[in-house]
C-alpha cells in the first residue's frame, strides 16, 4: 500500500501520529487515489494566501489547493496556531482540531464544498463526523 498524505510540518510541534489510520480510513471511505501534501503554516503565511486566493484579509484554520496533476490530489495547508486556539474555544484537544482541519481540507480537494450550499454543507459535516468517529476508536 502506497503513502497518499504526505506532511510538512516545517518546524512546527504537532501530534499527526493518527495520519497513517486517517489514511487508511479515507482511502475506504472516499476512494482517495492520489497524493495529497499537508503543509503547516504561521499565522502571517496563511493570511496571505486567504487575502490572495479567497479575498479575505484574515488568517484562516486551513486551505486547500487542488493541484493539475495525475499523481497529486492537492494540497492542505494548516495554521497549527489557529487550531489551538478553535480547540481551546470549542473545548477540543489540539490533535482532535488538527484532526477535524486535515478532514475538513482533503474532502475539499475531494470535490465536497460546505459553502455551496446547506444541503453540501450537511453531507460534508456527515462525512466529517463519520470518519472521526472511525479514527477515534
Excluded at 484532526?99 to 446547506?118: K, P, R
Aim: with cysteine.
Amino acid at each position: 500500500m502506497s503513502n497518499l498524505l504526505f506532511l510538512n510540518k516545517r518546524g512546527f510541534t504537532a501530534d499527526f501520529s493518527w495520519l497513517k489510520n486517517l489514511e487508511k480510513i479515507l482511502k475506504k471511505k472516499t476512494k482517495l487515489k492520489k497524493t495529497v501534501s499537508i503543509a503547516l503554516l504561521s499565522e502571517e503565511e496563511i493570511k496571505q494566501l486567504n487575502r490572495v486566493y479567497r479575498n479575505k484579509n484574515k488568517i484562516t484554520d486551513v486551505l486547500s489547493f487542488t493541484i493539475a496533476s495525475d499523481d497529486i490530489l492537492g494540497e492542505v495547508l494548516i495554521c497549527p496556531n489557529q487550531a489551538r486556539v478553535q480547540a481551546k474555544k470549542n473545548s477540543q484537544t489540539n490533535k482532535q482540531e488538527l484532526q477535524l482541519l486535515t478532514i475538513h481540507g482533503i474532502l475539499h480537494l475531494l470535490g465536497y464544498d460546505h459553502e455551496a450550499s446547506v444541503k453540501d454543507a450537511a453531507k460534508q459535516e456527515r462525512l466529517e463526523q463519520e470518519i472521526l468517529k472511525i479514527l477515534h476508536k
